[in-house]
């Protein structure tokens, strides 16, 4: 079965200083892709950034990095120069192979930016 | 703004009651998602549609719960004899079909809170 685990329920961090975000997931899948969304309270899920199992790379998006390290399963959301409008729930979440729609998400973490 | 729309934004009902929730989706987008998110916790899925067919659907999915996406536009969700346990938000998503450069990611709107007392 496919899971995916984020052990931060909340994290601080000081405007304009970079946070990293942990997620590690779990498929027997060869092919799946990972996705970052962001919650601010108004309830909209946002999308920020994705990365495919296959690719070599790591995603960049902006201020939005995903360091993938996929023998450790783990796909951790770095976000740099962090801005007061960046507080919110952070969800990782995880397609299956392609034909299966059925997206797991993670438990999120808040973030709260200090000024 | 076309972005996917949701209504009613809130809904407060007593148990017992029906309530339905109505989601349109992007116009080109030809699937679409059903999420519940209670508390603390993150979307859990409820059902999925490709155009007018329902293709999945969860176990979370109770008999109480009915989805429809009649001619492959918007889609309605429906909740007979509501329960306390049902309270959360319900988030409907859509995305396009695959192909180019999309990457898989949903379209969300901002979702219905259900608040049963």
């Known amino acids: 079965a496919q899971k995916i685990t984020q052990t931060q329920p909340g994290m601080f961090v000081q405007e304009k200083e970079a946070v990293t975000l942990d997620c590690t997931y779990d498929t027997s899948d060869p092919s799946y892709g990972l996705f970052w969304y962001k919650q601010p309270s108004s309830g909209e899920m946002i999308f920020l950034i994705y990365?495919?199992?296959?690719?070599?790379q790591n995603a960049t998006e902006g201020r939005y990095s995903l360091n993938f390290q996929k023998a450790r399963k783990s796909a951790n959301l770095v976000i740099s120069a962090s801005q007061l409008g960046d507080s919110a729930m952070y969800f990782c979440?995880?397609?299956?192979?392609?034909?299966?729609?059925?997206?797991?998400f993670g438990t999120g973490t808040r973030l709260k930016v200090l000024a | 703004d076309t972005g996917v729309s949701q209504d009613p934004r809130h809904k407060i009902t007593k148990r017992g009651q029906n309530v339905t929730f109505r989601c349109d989706p992007i116009s080109e987008h030809n699937r679409l998602y059903w999420y519940r998110q209670t508390l603390g916790q993150g979307p859990e899925f409820l059902t999925y549609?490709?155009?007018?067919?329902?293709?999945?659907k969860s176990r979370l999915l109770s008999d109480r719960f009915s989805a429809e996406r009649p001619k492959g536009s918007f889609s309605t969700l429906e909740i007979q004899r509501t329960e306390q346990g049902d309270s959360a938000m319900y988030l409907c998503?859509?995305?396009?079909?695959?192909?180019?450069?999309?990457?898989?990611?949903?379209?969300f709107g901002e979702g219905s809170r259900l608040t049963v007392l």
């Open positions: 979440a995880m397609r299956g192979r392609p034909g299966t729609y059925k997206y797991i």
């Open positions: 990365q495919g199992s296959y690719d070599q």
């Open positions: 998503a859509s995305s396009p079909p695959t192909g180019g450069t999309y990457t898989g990611e949903l379209f």
């Open positions: 549609f490709q155009n007018e067919a329902q293709l999945e």
